[in-house]
Nanobody
Framework: QVQLVESGGGLAQAGGSLRLSCAASGRTNIEYAMGWFHQAPGKEREFVSA????????YYEASVKGRFTISRGSAKNTVSLQMNSLKPEDTAVYSC??????????????WGQGTQVTVSS
């Protein structure tokens, strides 16, 4: 089992920045891809971004490309999402995920509890 714990959510103004972090613990000897999904009130959960184990491949949902940057820590068991130029429509609960393969259509076996991001206009 892998446990994922997110941190860094909060309130930001439109145009501002937030940085989300996620730390994996437990069975971390496997080379997991990691990423982020978000779910806004009344909407379905959506893919945001993902990164493979080595960090060489990154994936972004179209609306965040150029504004968000995903990265892995040197220890490989952490992932961060730097969110710049935030928009009110970025408001959602952001969940960290881990799985075998990275990508928008990949299956992620492990999910964090989520952290709230609220962007005011």
């Amino acid at each position: 089992q892998v446990q994922l714990v997110e941190s860094g959510g909060g309130l930001a103004q439109a145009g501002g920045s937030l940085r989300l972090s996620c730390a994996a613990s437990g069975r971390t000897n496997i080379e997991y891809a990691m990423g982020w999904f978000h779910q806004a009130p009344g909407k379905e959960r959506e893919f945001v971004s993902a990164i493979n184990w080595s960090g060489s491949d990154t994936y972004y949902e179209a609306s965040v490309k150029g504004r968000f940057t995903i990265s892995r820590g040197s220890a490989k068991n952490t992932v961060s999402l730097q969110m710049n130029s935030l928009k009110p429509e970025d408001t959602a609960v952001y969940s960290c995920v881990a799985g075998v393969v990275a990508g928008p259509s990949a299956r992620y076996n492990y999910w964090g509890q989520g952290t709230q991001v609220t962007v005011s206009s």
